[in-house]
Structures are given as C-alpha cells and as structure tokens.
C-alpha cells in the first residue's frame, strides 16, 4: 500500500519544529488539555489582517485611508487586553499602522489573491496554507508572483528572517504549481515600522525549504507510529523547553512549561505601543 500523504500547514509542521509536546497537545492528544486565555497580540494580528483583507474587498474607487476605522472597527477583537483603556490604545496605533501601510499601495491593483489558500502534494506532504496575500508583478521574462506576509509583531525583519522562513518558501512553491507562473520572491511587510524584508528564492533554495519540511513530516509520522507501537508519548513527543514556554498554550498542561514565568495576556501589545524597534 502507498504511504497516506501527511496533510499539513506551515503552524502544524511549525509546532512541531518548535516543540514536538506542543505538537502533540495541539494536534495528537483528543481530547486537548485546555488551552491558557487568548492572548492580545493574536486579536490584534487577527484585525489587522483581516482589515486588510476587506480593503481590498472595497472597489477601487473607495480604497482609501478613510475607509479604515470603519473596516477595522468591524473586525476588532477584543479578547486579551487587560483593559478598555489599552484596548483602545491598541486600536489607535494599529489605526495608525493600516493608514500608512495603505498609503504605500496603489488602490487601482488588484493582487492576484488575498487570504488566498494554495494547496500542493509532493511525494510526502499534502500541504495547504493560507497566503495574506500573493501580488502578480512585471518581471523581466513576465509577470512574476510575490508572496506577501504581513507581521504586526514589534521588532522589525531582516532579509534572513524572509530567507529562513519555511511557511513563505512552501507557499511560494506551492503558488507556482497553483497557477503555473514563477513565483520566487516572498515579503514580510512589518506594519508598524512600514519596513518590507525580501528574500529572491531560486528553485534550489525553494527544494532545500521543501525538503526540510518532507523530513518533519516523516518526524511527525515515525513519533505517532511509535506511540500507536506502544512508545509513552511523552517520549515520543519530547518537550523542547525555552523562552517560547512563556507564551504556550499548553504551559499549564505541561511539565516543562509549568517553571516558565507567565506571561501576561496583553504582555505583547504592551510593547507595541512602545514604539517600533527596527532591530
Ligand atoms: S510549555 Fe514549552 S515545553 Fe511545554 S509544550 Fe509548550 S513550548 Fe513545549
């Protein structure tokens, strides 16, 4: 019989890289241990993109800044802040954040997807993920696709950070299959320093970023066979403890976690109201 295909998408294979224990209270263990209150940053990334999708949901002729408090009103969530009055400071600075990022577009171009989802099989993995957004640009042998990702996180990117990261990669492979043009360069466009970090992939960097994630996924596979074998779990599925403990999930369910400083729920939108730090 023919191996079944590991179905996933960059947070799955990206949880299990971080931590395997926090792959398997995430998606192994059923039912989950429960999960610690919803953190701010999360409701603030959450508004921002999507009030970003509906900007580009408006026609062309209504695309303008004054749309934005309007937009991003609709989808604020509120889970998280520790108060009224940070909520609202929140939703002032991430006003600010959309104004100016939308100044830097041209409302009359249409990208070719917005919270697009593209799918690919390969020999291993049965990917899917959901792209902010993938732009079709003039290239100098045509029109070329360009992976966007927006971040609203307080330290700016570099070029290593668009380099390095596996969910751009897998979706810029996977967008070049989906619609059969090239598709190479992928964005992270930080909105509150309005800074974008670019990396060109070639199709060997592109390989070497899928064939990373094959080798997860046959990580992934081998542990849950071992636990079906009759392995402990918490053996196959070590902890990986650090400094992310402090914003999991799971840090109440987990042995490792439970020495880790809690944080607060609004600890990291405290910071965005600090101003952006480019490094
Ligand atoms: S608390 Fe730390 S060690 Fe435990 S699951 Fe979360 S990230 Fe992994």
Same mark, same amino acid.
């Given at each position: 019989?023919?191996?079944?295909?590991?179905?996933?998408?960059?947070?799955?294979?990206?949880?299990?890289?971080?931590?395997?224990?926090?792959?398997?209270?995430?998606?192994?263990?059923?039912?989950?241990?429960?999960?610690? /209150?919803?953190?701010?940053? =999360?409701?603030?990334?959450?508004?921002? +993109?999507?009030?970003?999708? =509906?900007?580009?949901?408006?026609?062309?002729?209504?695309?303008?800044?004054? *749309?934005?408090?309007?937009?991003?009103?609709?989808?604020?969530?509120?889970?998280? !802040?520790?108060?009224?009055?940070?909520?609202?400071?929140? %939703?002032?600075?991430? @006003?600010?954040?959309?104004?100016? !990022?939308?100044?830097?577009?041209?409302?009359?171009?249409?990208?070719?997807?917005?919270?697009?989802?593209?799918?690919?099989?390969?020999?291993?993995?049965? %990917? =899917?993920?959901?792209?902010?957004? #993938?732009?079709?640009?003039?290239?100098?042998?045509?029109?070329?696709?360009?992976?966007?990702?927006?971040?609203?996180?307080?330290?700016?990117?570099?070029?290593?950070?668009?380099?390095?990261?596996?969910?751009?990669?897998?979706?810029?492979?996977?967008?070049?299959?989906? %619609?059969?043009? /090239?598709?190479?360069?992928?964005?992270? +466009?930080?909105? /509150?320093?309005?800074?974008?970090?670019?990396?060109?992939?070639?199709?060997?960097?592109?390989?070497?970023?899928?064939?990373? *994630?094959?080798?997860?996924?046959?990580? #992934? #596979?081998?542990?849950?066979?071992?636990?079906?074998?009759?392995?402990?779990?918490?053996?196959? %599925?070590?902890?990986?403890?650090?400094?992310?403990?402090?914003?999991?999930?799971?840090?109440?369910?987990?042995?490792?976690?439970?020495?880790?400083?809690?944080?607060?729920?609004?600890?990291?939108?405290?910071?965005? @109201?600090?101003?952006?730090?480019?490094?």
């Amino acid at each position: 019989m023919p191996e079944r295909l590991f179905v996933c998408t960059p947070s799955k294979l990206g949880a299990y890289t971080d931590c395997p224990r926090r792959y398997r209270y995430s998606y192994v263990d059923r039912p989950a241990p429960p999960k610690g /209150p919803p953190w701010a940053h =999360n409701s603030l990334g959450a508004s921002v +993109h999507t009030a970003l999708r =509906n900007w580009y949901a408006l026609p062309a002729d209504r695309r303008g800044s004054d *749309a934005l408090p309007t937009l991003l009103k609709g989808t604020w969530v509120r889970e998280g !802040y520790r108060d009224e009055e940070q909520e609202r400071a929140v %939703f002032r600075r991430a @006003l600010e954040w959309l104004e100016s !990022y939308v100044d830097t577009l041209d409302p009359d171009q249409d990208p070719l997807g917005v919270e697009r989802v593209v799918a690919v099989k390969t020999a291993v993995l049965a %990917f =899917n993920g959901r792209a902010d957004r #993938i732009d079709s640009r003039p290239g100098p042998d045509g029109p070329q696709l360009v992976i966007v990702d927006y971040k609203t996180g307080r330290t700016g990117l570099d070029a290593d950070d668009a380099r390095g990261s596996q969910a751009l990669a897998l979706y810029a492979y996977a967008a070049e299959r989906v %619609f059969r043009q /090239p598709c190479r360069r992928v964005e992270l +466009h930080h909105l /509150p320093s309005g800074t974008v970090a670019a990396h060109d992939h070639t199709p060997e960097s592109l390989a070497r970023q899928l064939g990373r *994630a094959e080798d997860t996924a046959r990580d #992934i #596979i081998a542990a849950e066979r071992a636990v079906t074998d009759g392995t402990d779990p918490d053996e196959a %599925f070590p902890v990986s403890p650090g400094v992310r403990c402090g914003w999991c999930d799971y840090r109440r369910s987990c042995p490792a976690g439970a020495d880790a400083p809690a944080k607060e729920p609004w600890a990291a939108v405290e910071r965005a @109201l600090l101003p952006a730090d480019p490094e």
